[in-house]
């Protein structure tokens, strides 16, 4: 299933493609409490963070930025 991206997410300039492929190539998921953060590389091998919230018939990401060091330990 495809993400769907919501404005939120390209605050920090991360492109539709490069949000796609970190989603389809998680390397981590942390699951927090109001959202699922997936640890992914960008098309260039540039790890970035995507904060994703949804259920079993819908998944949207709401957030994606460079991975920050809290989520590369």
């Given at each position: 299933?495809?993400?769907?991206?919501?404005?939120?997410?390209?605050k920090?300039?991360i492109?539709?493609?490069?949000?796609?492929h970190?989603?389809?190539?998680s390397?981590?998921?942390?699951i927090?409490?109001?959202?699922?953060?997936?640890?992914?590389?960008?098309r260039?091998?540039n790890?970035?963070?995507?904060?994703?919230?949804?259920?079993?018939?819908?998944?949207?990401?709401?957030?994606?930025m460079?991975?920050?060091?809290?989520?590369l330990?």
């Open positions: 299933m495809e993400p769907v991206i919501l404005s939120s997410a390209r920090h300039r492109t539709d493609l490069d949000m796609q970190a989603f389809r190539n390397i981590r998921i942390e927090l409490d109001d959202c699922t953060m997936h640890i992914g590389s960008d260039h091998g790890l970035i963070e995507l904060g994703c919230v949804g259920d079993l018939d819908s998944i949207f990401i709401i957030h994606a460079r991975a920050r060091e809290k989520y330990r």
